[in-house]
């Protein structure tokens, strides 16, 4: 199973030329690499930290979240450099946290939303999705066999000293990514089927864990993957506490129907961003805070929390309503020219 993504952000795409050193590669790594050369803006530093990224994820998230041995010498350095690729410094007055999040973040995605990512049955290209992924780079949506998953054991998770379990719960979608993941990390990941992802994230909501929707500048700008995140393990959940925007929230916030809310506490004690109370007997939900996550929907059995739109947290990401909209322009700009 091995694909080629060959298209680039916002519908920019320049020839990739063939080089020597291409045949000391492997496949996938020449895919990825094809991908990034075609890709309009991609320089020789995002083709690198994409490698990087995905050949080693679990050194460059055991650096980043300060689990690694090597975090406390490499992590400041590894700071500065990617700070300075993405334009902020102290000097200019920039700020690196959010410079970091921009080129590295994840949208919440409910359930059903999660669920229309891993059994997309076509192709898809949905780019500059900037309402929805409310970031200055990597908001495309570009799947190319969306049907080509691989699950990989989760990064964050694998370098705690007490992880939560199972670790196989982090999901590569589409290619060039998939391939390069299963060829590069082949006991730590493995092939599955849309159905079993639908599995994985079924299991994982009746956890308690968030579904992120990731999306990278150094991943050719774009989706790659859905992770399933606990709170105790998750790299941008912990960065998300500490000030750094690395979570847009899913466009939706938790309701509670005081009429059947019966002050049991289960959904204060499951909520991932700490969003729930409890007040006077009844659940209340801190709107600022929360995501939308939807966790504490699943986990009431009185079915007193519900989720609600909710305009100043951004626009969901529904894919089915994202491919009619978008095809519902390109039928009116046909009948426009017809």
């Not at 999705?129 to 699950?151: C, F, G, M, T, W």
């Not at 969003?275 to 059995?301: F, I, K, P, Q, Y």
Request: charged letters at 30%; proline letters at 5%.
């Amino acid at each position: 199973m091995e694909g080629e993504g060959r298209q680039g952000m916002s519908g920019k795409k320049r020839e990739a030329k063939w080089r020597p050193w291409d045949l000391l590669m492997r496949r996938s790594t020449r895919s990825l690499m094809r991908a990034s050369r075609e890709l309009e803006g991609h320089a020789l530093f995002d083709r690198l930290h994409g490698y990087v990224y995905g050949a080693f994820p679990y050194l460059y998230i055991g650096i980043g979240t300060g689990e690694h041995p090597l975090a406390r010498a490499v992590g400041p350095v590894a700071s500065w450099v990617l700070g300075r690729a993405q334009g902020a410094s102290e000097a200019d007055g920039g700020d690196s946290g959010e410079a970091f999040a921009d080129g590295y973040h994840g949208k919440v995605v409910p359930l059903e939303q999660a669920t229309q990512l891993v059994t997309v049955d076509e192709e898809i290209r949905l780019t500059d999705l900037e309402q929805i992924i409310p970031y200055s780079r990597a908001r495309d949506i570009i799947l190319k066999n969306p049907d080509h998953i691989v699950v990989l054991d989760c990064p964050c998770r694998s370098v705690r000293a007490e992880p939560c379990e199972p670790l196989d719960v982090c999901l590569i979608i589409g290619e060039p990514f998939a391939s390069f993941v299963a060829d590069h990390h082949p006991r730590r990941s493995r092939w599955i089927e849309p159905e079993e992802a639908v599995t994985i994230l079924r299991e994982e909501d009746e956890r308690g864990h968030v579904h992120h929707a990731f999306f990278k500048d150094a991943m050719l700008d774009r989706f790659y993957a859905i992770c399933n995140c606990c709170r105790c393990c998750c790299g941008a959940m912990q960065a998300h506490r500490t000030g750094v925007p690395m979570l847009a929230p899913s466009g939706y916030v938790s309701e509670v129907d005081p009429a059947l809310c019966e002050g049991c506490g289960a959904c204060e004690d499951v909520c991932p961003f700490g969003a729930v109370s409890l007040r006077d007997g009844h659940a209340l939900v801190n709107v600022d805070t929360c995501m939308g996550c939807g966790v504490c929907v699943s986990r009431c059995e009185r079915g007193a929390m519900t989720l609600r739109r909710e305009a100043r947290k951004g626009e969901p990401l529904d894919i089915r309503r994202l491919k009619e909209r978008f095809e519902g322009k390109q039928t009116g700009r046909a009948a426009e020219f017809g």
